[in-house]
C-alpha cells in the first residue's frame, strides 16, 4: 500500500500537479520526522483532499483509511482515562514540539497486539532503551540531580528506618534495620544499573511491611521457621515475575487508569499518615511528658517546615533561582534540622545518649525515641547471611506458592503503577517505557532478597513520582485565567537513583550512627510526604470538592468537572471511591488477612472497566477518570518567553499568585 501510494503521488508530481502539491510536499518535509512512513501518508492524504487542484488516489485513500482507523485503536480519545504505557516517549516529544518543528531524534514507537511470543516485550524494551543508556549518565551531571538525590535519600530511608522498626517488634527481630537498609541499598544500586525505566525509585514499602508480618504469623501459625519459608515465598515469586515478564503480562498494566491509581496512592498516603499519627498517639501513652512533647514538636516542625520550604516556588520573596534552591533542597534541609534539635542545650537531657541515668530501665520512659540499631554490621537476629531453603518442610515449600502468587499480584500491581506515576504524561518524558523488562529485573532481585532473607523491593509510591517530580524544571504561566506550573524539562538519568541507593547504604559502614537519628522526626517526615501524595490526585481534588464554597471552585483549581458531569454524580463516584479506600485500609489493619489487600486492589481494574460505566454512565466516568494532560506546545511556548500560541499570556515566573500559593 505505502509502494503504491509513493508512485501514485511521483506520479502527481512529474505531472506538475500545481501549487496544491509543492505545498504538500513541504509541509511533509517540515513537520514530519523521517522514521514515520505511515504519518508521512496521513500528512499527504489530508492535504490532497483538501487541495481542489489535487485528487487523492484510491492507494493514498486506502492508506489514509487504514491509518485513521490504527490510531484511533492505538491512541485512546483524550478523557477516557487509559495509561497507554508503550506510547508515552513519542506522544510526549510529538506534544511537546508539535508546533515548533520536528520532534527530537526519539524512536517512533507503536503500541501492538498482545502477544504471548516470549521475550518480545523484552527485547522491544531493550530496543527502546538501549540508545539512551550512556545519555542516562551523562545527563545526571547536575545542580538538579544532587539536590534530587538528597531529597530521595531522606524520603527513602525514613520510611525504611520506620518499617524496620515495625518489622524488628512484629517479627521478634528476625528482621530488623540492617536487613532493610541493606535491601534498599543493594536493589536499589542494582536497579539503576539495569533497569529500562531509572527514575522509579525501588524500596521496602508499607504493603511489603504488612505482607512480610503476616507470613511471619503464618509460620508462627504452623509452627515452622519464618525465614526458610520467606525464602520459598520470594523465590516461588520471583520465578512468577519472571514468567509474566517473559510471556508480556505486562501489557495487562494498560487496562489501569487513573482510578486505580488513585485510588492506590491515596492508600499509601492514608498509611503513611496513620503511621505517623499512631507513633504520635503511642508517645504521650507511653513516655514522661517532656520527651512526648518534645517529640511532638520534632514531627510537627519537620512537616511544616518540609511543607513551607518546598512550596517555595510560589513565594513573592526572593528571585527565581533562590526559590527553586530552596524548594529543590527545602524537604532535606527540614529533616537534617529537626534530627540536630533533641541535640542542642537542654534538650539532650531527653535523648537517651544524654540521659544522666542512661543504664536505669526508665530511661526510655523519659527520653525521645531513637531507633535500635546494633553495635556493628549484622543481622537481627545474629543468623548467617545466607538462609538455606531446605531447613522447610516440604510440604511448606508448596504452601509457599500461594503467599508468593499474592505477592506476585501485590508487585505486578504496586511495582507497575509506580511506574506509570512516575512517568505521568505531565512530566512530558521523552526516552519511553520498559515495563516487561523492569519486571524481569524485579523479580531477579526478589531471588537475590529471598536467599539473603532480607525484605523484597518494588517501586516506591509517593517517592517515585516524586523522584521524577523533583528532576523537573518548571515554570508558572496563567492559562484559562489562572497560573499554572508547567514541565518545561526533566533530567531522565540514572545518577540520582543510584546515588540515593548508595549513600544510604554507606550508613551501614557506621550503623550505631544511625541509633542517634530521632523517630519523631522520621515521623513528621511521614505526615509530609502522606500530605504530599494529595497534590495532582484528583480523588483528594474531589473530596476538597464537597465542602468547598462554590464560588472559590475556580481559584482552588476545582473546576475540572464542574458542568462537565453533574454535580450528583461526581459526589456518588467520590463516596464510592472513598467507601472503597476505607474498606482496603481496614483490611490493612487485620491480623492474619492483611495479606490478602492486593487481591482487592487488583479487583478495582475489572470494577472501573465493567461496573462503574453502567453505575454512573460511560462518558461521565471517562471524564472523572480522564488521564492527565501532557505538556502542550503552546504551553511550552508561554514558559519559554516565546509567543505562545493557543494560550494566554506569559505571566512573569517571579511573580506568584494567591492561587498558586494556596495549591
Same mark, same amino acid.
Given at each position: 500500500e505505502l509502494l503504491s501510494c509513493s508512485v501514485s503521488l511521483l506520479f502527481h508530481q512529474n505531472q506538475g500537479a500545481g501549487q496544491g502539491t509543492h505545498k504538500m510536499t513541504n509541509?511533509?518535509?517540515?513537520?514530519?520526522?523521517?522514521?514515520?512512513?505511515?504519518?508521512?501518508?496521513?500528512?499527504?492524504?489530508?492535504?490532497?483532499?483538501?487541495?481542489?487542484?489535487? +485528487?487523492?488516489?484510491?492507494?493514498?485513500?486506502?492508506?489514509?483509511?487504514?491509518?485513521?482507523?490504527?490510531?484511533?485503536?492505538?491512541?485512546?480519545?483524550?478523557?477516557?482515562?487509559?495509561?497507554?504505557?508503550?506510547?508515552?516517549?513519542?506522544?510526549?516529544?510529538?506534544?511537546?514540539?508539535?508546533?515548533?518543528?520536528?520532534?527530537?531524534?526519539v524512536e517512533h514507537i507503536e503500541k501492538e497486539e498482545f502477544s504471548c511470543s516470549p521475550f518480545k516485550g523484552i527485547c522491544a524494551d531493550l530496543k527502546r532503551r538501549k540508545p539512551h543508556y550512556w545519555s542516562d549518565w551523562t545527563d545526571g551531571c547536575n545542580m538538579k540531580v544532587l539536590s534530587s538525590t538528597l531529597f530521595m535519600v531522606f524520603t527513602s530511608i525514613a520510611p525504611a528506618i520506620t518499617f524496620a522498626g515495625v518489622l524488628s517488634d512484629e517479627t521478634d527481630n528476625q528482621l530488623g534495620p540492617v536487613e532493610v537498609i541493606l535491601s534498599t541499598c543493594v536493589t536499589g544500586c542494582f536497579f539503576a544499573l539495569f533497569s529500562g525505566q531509572p527514575l522509579c525509585i525501588v524500596g521496602v514499602t508499607g504493603p511489603v511491611t504488612i505482607f512480610t508480618v503476616a507470613i511471619y504469623k503464618l509460620a508462627d501459625g504452623f509452627d515452622i521457621d519464618f525465614m526458610p519459608l520467606y525464602a520459598w515465598t520470594q523465590i516461588w515469586a520471583a520465578l512468577m515475575h519472571l514468567i509474566i515478564a517473559v510471556l508480556n503480562l505486562?501489557?495487562?498494566?494498560?487496562?489501569?487508569?487513573?482510578?486505580?491509581?488513585?485510588?492506590?496512592?491515596?492508600?499509601?498516603?492514608?498509611?503513611?499518615?496513620?503511621?505517623?499519627?499512631?507513633?504520635?498517639?503511642?508517645?504521650? +501513652?507511653?513516655?514522661?511528658?517532656?520527651?512526648?512533647?518534645?517529640?511532638?514538636?520534632?514531627?510537627?516542625?519537620?512537616?511544616?517546615?518540609?511543607?513551607?520550604?518546598?512550596?517555595?516556588?510560589?513565594?513573592?520573596?526572593?528571585?527565581?533561582?533562590?526559590r527553586v534552591l530552596i524548594a529543590d533542597y527545602g524537604t532535606s534541609a527540614a529533616v537534617l534540622f529537626f534530627c540536630l534539635v533533641p541535640y542542642w542545650g537542654e534538650n539532650e537531657g531527653i535523648t537517651p545518649s544524654g540521659y544522666k541515668d542512661f543504664n536505669s530501665t526508665l530511661h526510655k520512659d523519659h527520653t525521645i525515641a531513637v531507633l535500635t540499631v546494633p553495635d556493628e554490621f549484622g543481622t537481627a537476629s545474629g543468623r548467617g547471611w545466607i538462609v538455606n531453603p531446605m531447613d522447610c518442610p516440604t510440604w511448606a515449600i508448596f504452601f509457599a506458592i500461594l503467599p508468593g502468587a499474592v505477592l506476585t499480584v501485590l508487585y505486578f500491581f504496586d511495582h507497575n503503577v509506580s511506574s506509570l506515576l512516575c512517568q505521568s504524561p505531565h512530566f512530558g518524558l521523552k526516552k519511553g517505557t520498559a515495563y516487561h523488562w523492569d519486571?524481569?529485573?524485579?523479580?531477579?532481585?526478589?531471588?537475590?532478597?529471598?536467599?539473603?532473607?532480607?525484605?523484597?523491593?518494588?517501586?516506591?509510591?509517593?517517592?517515585?513520582?516524586?523522584?521524577?517530580?523533583?528532576?523537573?524544571?518548571?515554570?508558572?504561566?496563567?492559562?484559562?485565567?489562572?497560573?499554572?506550573?508547567?514541565?518545561?524539562?526533566?533530567?531522565? +538519568?540514572?545518577?540520582?537513583?543510584?546515588? +540515593?541507593?548508595?549513600?544510604?547504604?554507606?550508613?551501614?559502614?557506621?550503623?550505631?550512627?544511625?541509633?542517634?537519628?530521632?523517630?519523631?522526626?522520621?515521623?513528621?517526615?511521614?505526615?509530609?510526604?502522606?500530605?504530599?501524595?494529595?497534590?495532582?490526585?484528583?480523588?483528594?481534588?474531589?473530596?476538597?470538592?464537597?465542602?468547598?464554597?462554590?464560588?472559590?471552585?475556580?481559584?482552588?483549581?476545582?473546576?475540572?468537572?464542574?458542568?462537565?458531569?453533574?454535580?450528583?454524580?461526581?459526589?456518588?463516584?467520590?463516596?464510592?471511591?472513598?467507601?472503597?479506600?476505607?474498606?482496603?485500609?481496614?483490611?490493612?489493619?487485620?491480623?492474619?488477612?492483611?495479606?490478602?489487600f492486593p487481591v482487592c486492589i487488583a479487583i478495582l481494574v475489572p470494577l472501573r472497566i465493567y461496573v462503574l460505566p453502567s453505575w454512573f454512565g460511560k462518558e461521565n466516568v471517562d471524564m472523572l477518570d480522564a488521564e492527565q494532560e501532557r505538556p502542550s506546545a503552546a504551553d511550552l511556548d508561554a514558559a519559554s518567553g516565546a509567543s505562545p500560541t493557543n494560550t494566554n499570556p506569559i505571566r512573569d515566573a517571579d511573580v506568584a499568585t494567591p492561587a498558586v500559593v494556596g495549591s
Open positions: 509541509d511533509v518535509n517540515v513537520h514530519t520526522p523521517p522514521d514515520t512512513p505511515v504519518e508521512v501518508d496521513v500528512e499527504m492524504s489530508v492535504h490532497s483532499a483538501e487541495d481542489p487542484d489535487m +485528487q487523492e488516489s484510491p492507494a493514498a485513500a486506502r492508506v489514509r483509511k487504514a491509518s485513521a482507523a490504527r490510531s484511533s485503536n492505538d491512541a485512546p480519545a483524550h478523557g477516557n482515562g487509559r495509561y497507554d504505557a508503550p506510547r508515552s516517549s513519542h506522544m510526549a516529544s510529538t506534544a511537546t514540539h508539535a508546533e515548533s518543528g520536528p520532534p527530537p531524534a505486562c501489557e495487562l498494566i494498560k487496562a489501569v487508569t487513573r482510578f486505580s491509581c488513585e485510588s492506590f496512592g491515596m492508600l499509601i498516603a492514608v498509611v503513611y499518615l496513620a503511621t505517623g499519627i499512631k507513633h504520635l498517639v503511642t508517645y504521650f +501513652q507511653e513516655k514522661e511528658l517532656d520527651a512526648a512533647l518534645l517529640s511532638l514538636v520534632l514531627a510537627l516542625g519537620t512537616c511544616w517546615l518540609a511543607l513551607l520550604l518546598s512550596g517555595a516556588r510560589g513565594w513573592s520573596i526572593f528571585n527565581g533561582s533562590a519486571f524481569f529485573v524485579i523479580g531477579v532481585q526478589i531471588l537475590i532478597t529471598g536467599i539473603l532473607g532480607i525484605p523484597p523491593v518494588n517501586g516506591l509510591i509517593p517517592q517515585a513520582p516524586m523522584h521524577t517530580d523533583s528532576l523537573c524544571e518548571k515554570k508558572l504561566i496563567v492559562k484559562n485565567g489562572r497560573s499554572v506550573e508547567v514541565v518545561t524539562k526533566c533530567y531522565e +538519568q540514572r545518577v540520582s537513583n543510584f546515588m +540515593q541507593a548508595a549513600i544510604i547504604g554507606c550508613a551501614l559502614s557506621y550503623v550505631k550512627g544511625l541509633g542517634y537519628l530521632p523517630i519523631a522526626t522520621l515521623d513528621g517526615l511521614f505526615l509530609y510526604m502522606g500530605i504530599a501524595s494529595f497534590g495532582g490526585n484528583t480523588f483528594y481534588e474531589r473530596i476538597v470538592l464537597l465542602i468547598t464554597d462554590k464560588k472559590q471552585l475556580a481559584a482552588r483549581g476545582l473546576d475540572l468537572f464542574v458542568g462537565k458531569v453533574p454535580n450528583k454524580t461526581i459526589n456518588r463516584f467520590t463516596a464510592l471511591q472513598f467507601v472503597i479506600l476505607c474498606i482496603i485500609f481496614t483490611i490493612t489493619e487485620l491480623p492474619y488477612v492483611a495479606g490478602l
